[in-house]
Nanobody, 115 residues
Framework: QVQLVESGGGLVQPGGSLRLSCTASETIFSRYAMGWYRQAPGKQRELVAALTSGGNTNYGDSVKGRFTISRDNAKNTVYLQMTSLKPEDTAVYYC?????????WGQGTQVTVSS
């Protein structure tokens, strides 16, 4: 079973930056599309950024121009570089990969943007 482990969250001031990492237990990111999602208290989980196996990217409207998704196949790791962070970016961030119709999720990492 695929396991995903996120890291890199924390407390940051508005305007600051963070880089999240998602490491998989298997070599999957070069073969399957994956995404970063987030869920704020009282809100539905939403897609933040997606990366196809071919390298195409897609971003949620609220993060376009501020967040960048990338991957390192040798490390089985996908990154989410977040810049110009805003208080409304506060949420638990999850990475996801869908393999043969099954969704795999990490445990999530908390990002808090506050002064």
């Amino acid at each position: 079973q695929v396991q995903l482990v996120e890291s890199g969250g924390g407390l940051v001031q508005p305007g600051g930056s963070l880089r999240l990492s998602c490491t998989a237990s298997e070599t999957i990111f070069s073969r399957y599309a994956m995404g970063w999602y987030r869920q704020a208290p009282g809100k539905q989980r939403e897609l933040v950024a997606a990366l196809t196996s071919g390298g195409n990217t897609n971003y949620g409207d609220s993060v376009k121009g501020r967040f960048t998704i990338s991957r390192d196949n040798a490390k089985n790791t996908v990154y989410l570089q977040m810049t110009s962070l805003k208080p409304e970016d506060t949420a638990v961030y999850y990475c996801n990969v869908k393999i043969l119709g099954i969704n795999y999720w990490g445990q999530g990492t908390q990002v808090t943007v506050s002064s």
